[in-house]
């Protein structure tokens, strides 16, 4: 988990959080997803997705790792825009 840490604050500090939250909804649309069911399969309040894909709220990187599980992709993915 230490290590998804280290990835999480490098992609924020970097990158920024408005840009993860974008990349997050990007792969939702990509995989012709809705919001609601995303929050559903992540355990998260479709509010509180909402909010971390629109920069508004920072999420911790057990938040993270449960929307990459919901999406059904690889951290890494995050990173790479196709």
Same mark, same amino acid.
């Given at each position: 988990?230490?290590?998804?840490? $280290?990835?999480?604050?490098?992609? $924020?500090? @970097? $990158?920024?959080?408005?840009?993860?939250?974008?990349?997050?909804?990007?792969? $939702?649309?990509?995989?012709?997803?809705?919001?609601?069911?995303?929050?559903?399969?992540?355990?998260?309040?479709?509010?509180?997705?909402?909010?971390?894909?629109?920069?508004?709220?920072?999420?911790?990187?057990? @938040?993270?790792?449960?929307?990459?599980?919901?999406?059904?992709?690889?951290?890494?993915?995050?990173?790479?825009?196709?």
């Amino acid at each position: 988990m230490y290590i998804y840490k $280290i990835v999480l604050d490098y992609f $924020i500090n @970097t $990158i920024g959080i408005i840009d993860l939250g974008v990349r997050i909804q990007d792969l $939702i649309k990509e995989k012709k997803l809705k919001q609601r069911d995303v929050a559903y399969d992540s355990g998260l309040d479709v509010e509180n997705l909402r909010k971390y894909v629109k920069g508004k709220q920072e999420m911790k990187v057990s @938040t993270l790792l449960k929307i990459v599980r919901a999406l059904d992709v690889k951290i890494e993915d995050l990173f790479n825009e196709e």
